[in-house]
């Protein structure tokens, strides 16, 4: 189970590999993780998920708390 902080952190990486064109080499370095690791959280967590958009309404209702 995740928790949410470590669920944030894990989209937050996502996001930066994805929609802000960092390489999943320099994110999964600065996380202290694979990149094979980074690359599952895409697949799994990725725009082309399904679980994309629950996690952004997950984000969303946890930052107006």
Known sequence: FLGILCF???IEAVKQVSEAG???YDV???L???TNSLY???RKYGPQSS???KADI??????EA
Not at 58 to 63: I, Q, T
């Open 8 to 10: 944030r952190r894990l």
């Open 22 to 24: 960092h390489s999943a």
């Open 28 to 30: 999964a370095e600065r």
């Open 32 to 34: 202290d993780t694979t």
């Open 40 to 42: 599952n959280w895409i």
């Open 51 to 53: 679980d994309y958009q």
């Open 58 to 63: 997950f984000n969303a209702r946890n930052s």
